[in-house]
């Protein structure tokens, strides 16, 4: 079966400053997560990608902007059923506000029973993203063959709950994943009753966070990292 080379978008205006975006209008990426994606081209030299996916949102859209600049004719296509959870009431508010919401403490415990108010459930956002990626995943491969790849970019959650599937986890676990910005997680679905593969999770090329007393330490050990929605900055 093909392989799906899964990106989060990079980092945005509002995962710097600690709010949950959302379906928010207006948020784009940030002065780093712009780097990052220019740095997406490099990243991806060399691999002969079929089609392109992607979440509507504008974060998204700019990711793959100097991807998209670089290779013209690769086949994009926009999908509403990977766009960002819809957290509802909880849209731009600051995470550390959210925190003391009574909620968070079934978002953080028991996420398959979390519904955010006005919103949609956690477990409907999984259902809808899962079953939009192994139908691109089957449309890849009947027009482009068995060992096509192609690249989806959608938003930290989603990639949450697309792992957990494929790693066949409870939804109540998938707090236990947390894909950077602008990362790439790779998965191979096989036919049933084959289960996928988790070929390589998160990979951003970049290790600084884990040099102790640097500003890139500082940066990915923030609070807002290991916040329980959003997928963190």
Request: proline residues 7%; hydrophobic residues 45%; aromatic residues 4%.
């Given at each position: 079966?093909?392989?799906l080379?899964?990106?989060?978008h990079?980092?945005t205006?509002a995962?710097s400053?600690g709010?949950l975006?959302?379906?928010?209008p207006?948020?784009?990426?940030?002065?780093?997560?712009?780097a990052?994606a220019?740095?997406l081209?490099?990243?991806?030299?060399?691999?002969?990608?079929a089609?392109?996916?992607?979440s509507?949102?504008?974060r998204?859209v700019e990711?793959?902007?100097?991807?998209?600049?670089?290779?013209?004719?690769?086949?994009?296509?926009?999908?509403e059923?990977?766009?960002?959870?819809e957290?509802?009431?909880?849209?731009?508010?600051?995470?550390?506000?959210?925190?003391g919401?009574?909620?968070?403490?079934?978002?953080r415990?028991?996420?398959?029973?979390?519904?955010f108010p006005?919103g949609?459930?956690l477990r409907?956002?999984?259902?809808?993203?899962?079953e939009?990626?192994?139908d691109?995943?089957?449309?890849?491969?009947?027009?482009?063959?068995q060992?096509?790849?192609?690249l989806m970019?959608?938003?930290?959650?989603?990639?949450?709950?697309i792992v957990?599937?494929a790693?066949?986890?409870?939804?109540?676990?998938f707090?236990?994943i947390?894909?950077?910005?602008?990362s790439?997680?790779a998965?191979?679905?096989?036919?049933?009753p084959?289960?996928?593969l988790?070929l390589?999770f998160?990979?951003t090329?970049?290790?600084?966070?884990?040099v102790?007393r640097?500003?890139a330490?500082?940066?990915?050990a923030?609070?807002?990292?290991?916040?329980p929605v959003?997928?963190?900055?």
């Amino acid at each position: 079966m093909p392989t799906l080379l899964l990106l989060r978008h990079g980092r945005t205006t509002a995962n710097s400053s600690g709010l949950l975006a959302g379906r928010a209008p207006g948020v784009g990426l940030d002065e780093y997560g712009a780097a990052q994606a220019a740095a997406l081209p490099g990243r991806l030299t060399g691999i002969p990608l079929a089609l392109v996916v992607h979440s509507p949102l504008q974060r998204c859209v700019e990711t793959l902007a100097p991807l998209l600049a670089r290779r013209g004719d690769l086949p994009t296509h926009a999908d509403e059923r990977i766009t960002e959870c819809e957290y509802g009431e909880w849209t731009g508010r600051a995470l550390g506000e959210l925190a003391g919401e009574p909620l968070m403490a079934t978002v953080r415990s028991h996420p398959s029973a979390a519904v955010f108010p006005g919103g949609e459930s956690l477990r409907g956002m999984q259902a809808r993203v899962v079953e939009a990626v192994r139908d691109w995943d089957a449309r890849v491969a009947a027009e482009h063959g068995q060992e096509a790849i192609w690249l989806m970019c959608t938003h930290g959650d989603n990639i949450k709950a697309i792992v957990a599937d494929a790693l066949g986890l409870h939804l109540d676990l998938f707090q236990r994943i947390a894909p950077h910005p602008a990362s790439v997680t790779a998965i191979r679905y096989g036919a049933p009753p084959t289960a996928p593969l988790l070929l390589r999770f998160g990979d951003t090329g970049d290790l600084a966070e884990f040099v102790p007393r640097t500003e890139a330490a500082a940066r990915d050990a923030a609070e807002a990292t290991r916040a329980p929605v959003g997928g963190g900055a």
